[in-house]
């Protein structure tokens, strides 16, 4: 099994950032989309107001309130009941906060001193409200995380003459001052001449500018070039493992271990790939000339891409692509033509059906893999995995 997610950190227990290796970028893109979208979260739905004479109208109040971030798991949510009882009988300002909401039936955790509301003298808001189950895909509120992103990490090496006059012990050296100083990843060197990896940019720590500014600082301290020097030492290009790019990938969650919403990320992905075999694929003949189109109800680009990109490495496939015909309409038409462009419905079908196993076995290769990381972080897997 190869070992796709290496230099795991968790900062201020919220953020994740990982690198990601040996995966296409459809995969990794997937996993993006899957937790802005199909993770299932909880978040304030029906709430009851009855009395609100604060300037925020209604519909504006209760869309404040539904943003509140809540816990991914909650146990018994259709008994869970808060409430919000307040008013201002002083003459300056009150501000409401989501510390002043009481939980009066079931268990459940809010984050405090979020700003909801101000009150003015003589001004009250009562109401109560309750939470659901839910995903992206319905509304934003449901998403388990406020930041999801990745990008194609950078090597960074510098110029083979300038390399060239570096010792060996100098050179391991100048690998280590660019790991602890200029925050450039060491796990894996691209080129000889290679001193690290650039992934995302932490804000005004290790921007560009500054690597530039180090290594040439280093390199003018040690005798190897003038620091005034104008010269392009430092080059920055895409950074890539087996023949694919090796991936940054970080997730900021609300109140959730980050490692569980990764677990989640995992199992939905393996869900839709299950639901997706038990769907009615039609095949509709009309829309292609040559090979055939299946149309996929209920399912929009991040199948799509995954579909395509895995029957293209299929010897059997000459071309495969898919399209959308509208963002609302969900159903993707997947175009797929073979070598043998004369074989029958069966046989497309077959490989369709063979492109499915090799996204569920990689899958499971994962989750295994991911597992083992939960194992080391001592945290229990089964209860991660359930919904």
């Not at 009988?89 to 939980?103: C, G, I």
């Not at 639901?275 to 109800?297: A, M, P, R, W, Y």
């Amino acid at each position: 099994m190869n070992n796709h997610f290496k230099n795991i950190e968790i900062n201020d227990d919220i953020e994740l950032k990982m690198n990601i290796y040996n995966l296409d970028t459809c995969i990794v893109n997937s996993f993006r989309r899957i937790v802005l979208s199909d993770v299932i979260s909880n978040a304030f739905d029906k709430i009851i107001i009855k009395t609100n004479t604060s300037i925020i109208n209604n519909e504006i109040l209760s869309h404040r309130l539904s943003l509140i971030p809540l816990e991914i798991d909650i146990d018994d949510i259709d008994n869970i009941c808060v409430e919000l009882e307040v008013s201002n009988s002083d003459y300056d300002k009150k501000f409401v906060t989501s510390s002043d909401l009481k939980v009066i039936s079931g268990k459940i955790n809010i984050i405090p001193n979020i700003l909801l509301v101000e009150l003015r003298h003589g001004e009250k808001i009562s109401l109560k409200m309750y939470p659901i189950k839910g995903n992206g895909k319905k509304h934003a509120k449901f998403q388990p995380v406020s930041v999801c992103s990745f990008k194609i990490n950078e090597d960074v090496r510098i110029k083979q003459d300038i390399w060239d006059k570096l010792s060996v012990k100098s050179k391991k050296t100048f690998r280590k001052y660019c790991k602890e100083t200029l925050s450039l990843d060491g796990d894996h060197y691209l080129y000889d001449n290679s001193i690290g990896a650039y992934g995302f940019k932490n804000f005004n720590e290790n921007t560009k500018n500054k690597i530039v500014t180090g290594v040439k600082k280093y390199l003018s301290d040690n005798g190897i070039m003038d620091e005034d020097e104008n010269k392009d030492v430092v080059i920055f290009n895409d950074q890539y493992y087996n023949k694919k790019y090796v991936y940054s990938f970080k997730l900021e969650s609300h109140l959730v271990n980050p490692y569980i919403i990764f677990s989640k990320i995992l199992y939905q992905f393996n869900q839709k790939i299950i639901d997706l075999q038990n769907k009615d694929i039609e095949i509709d003949n009309q829309s292609c000339n040559v090979g055939v189109c299946f149309i996929i109800e209920g399912e929009g680009h991040t199948i799509g891409n995954i579909l395509s990109k895995e029957l293209q490495k299929d010897d059997r496939v000459k071309y495969s692509y898919y399209k959308m015909k509208h963002p609302f309409d969900r159903k993707i038409m997947l175009y797929l033509i073979l070598n043998d462009e004369k074989g029958d419905e069966t046989k497309y079908a077959k490989v369709l059906a063979d492109s499915f196993k090799r996204i569920v076995k990689m899958n499971n290769d994962l989750q295994t893999e991911w597992e083992i990381i939960l194992e080391k972080q001592k945290l229990d897997v089964q209860e991660i995995i359930e919904i």
